[in-house]
């Protein structure tokens, strides 16, 4: 069974879409929290290159999907996405960002550019 069906139902994304998330190389800038939940929902996403900034990272998007090839850069460790949301709690606010910056990236291989 195609783990992604769910997806591919979708008027948005389809076979076509699914078809770029694979062939897609995302990048998770920043370190922690925030970037391994991205990386984890990217993984799950079925985009299977990623370039992260740590070992961390990557091992979070190898337990989602163990052939997910990741690039571990040092030099993404320094960058971070500029969205931020004021959850009132710190660790909700990393996971909201993660996953805001994961849906960023997701939109991006879909060819949706107008994404805020």
């Known amino acids: 069974m195609n783990r992604h069906i769910r997806q591919v139902r979708l008027i948005e994304v389809g076979a076509a879409g699914q078809a770029r998330l694979a062939s897609y190389q995302a990048e998770v800038p920043g370190v922690g929290l925030r970037a391994r939940v991205a990386a984890r ?6 985009i299977t ?3 992260v900034a740590d070992a961390a990272t990557a091992a979070e998007a190898l337990a989602v999907d163990p052939s997910v090839q990741t690039e571990v ?6 960058s971070q996405a500029s969205a931020r949301l004021a959850l009132g ?12 910056d994961a849906l960023r990236a997701f939109r991006a291989a879909l060819g949706e550019s107008h994404v805020p």
């Open 73 to 78: 850069d040092p030099a993404l460790a320094c």
């Open 89 to 100: 709690d710190p660790v909700a606010s990393q996971v909201a960002e993660g996953a805001m």
């Open 41 to 46: 929902y990217l993984a799950g996403a079925g």
């Open 49 to 51: 290159r990623l370039r």
